[in-house]
């Protein structure tokens, strides 16, 4: 998939989300090309949400196999925060990596969780209000843009 795919289909997909704009069984799509294929389901439940919450995107390349799924599951709080969660599957179904997306409505909290083949958390990276944390799977902490 080129660079100019890639945009136009998170361009697609941001502005349906935003649009609210859904059929009564919500909104599906799905593009092909050479390498790459991509299915994006928007629930209907999504109509108006910032959390759209069932919604789903896959990127697959048909020939090896390998294939990113991310489904929307709903809000989570996180210190004392209400973000948006997306769960994300990477790889072939007997080698896969899951990572965890969430982030606040206003986008000033963001969280990305690598989890290891063994459903612990392999690392973690964390946004919010300017300060960024880096976290290893051993409880290691690196903070960027602490203020004194």
């Keep these: 998939m080129s660079k100019k ?3 136009i289909i998170l361009l697609l ?3 349906l989300l935003a649009s609210g704009c859904m ?3 919500g909104t599906k799509l799905s593009i092909s090309g050479n390498d790459t294929e991509i299915n ?6 999504a109509e108006g949400s910032w959390c759209p919450a069932g919604s789903q995107v896959q990127i697959k390349n048909p020939t090896t196999g390998k294939a990113l799924n991310m ?3 709903g809000t989570e709080e996180f210190e004392n925060e209400t973000l948006c969660k ?3 599957k990477t790889g072939t179904e007997e080698n896969n990596t899951g990572y ?5 409505q206003d986008k000033n909290t963001t969280v990305w969780t690598k989890y290891g083949e063994d459903g612990n958390i392999s690392i973690r990276y964390i946004y919010a209000d ?19």
């Design 5 to 7: 795919q890639g945009i």
């Design 13 to 15: 997909t941001a502005s």
């Design 23 to 25: 059929g009564d069984s």
């Design 40 to 45: 994006v389901s928007i629930s209907e439940q």
């Design 71 to 73: 489904t929307v599951t």
């Design 86 to 88: 997306a769960m994300i």
């Design 100 to 104: 965890e997306y969430m982030w606040s």
């Design 130 to 148: 300017g300060k960024k944390t880096i976290i290893d799977g051993a409880g290691r902490t690196l903070e960027f843009g602490v203020q004194a």
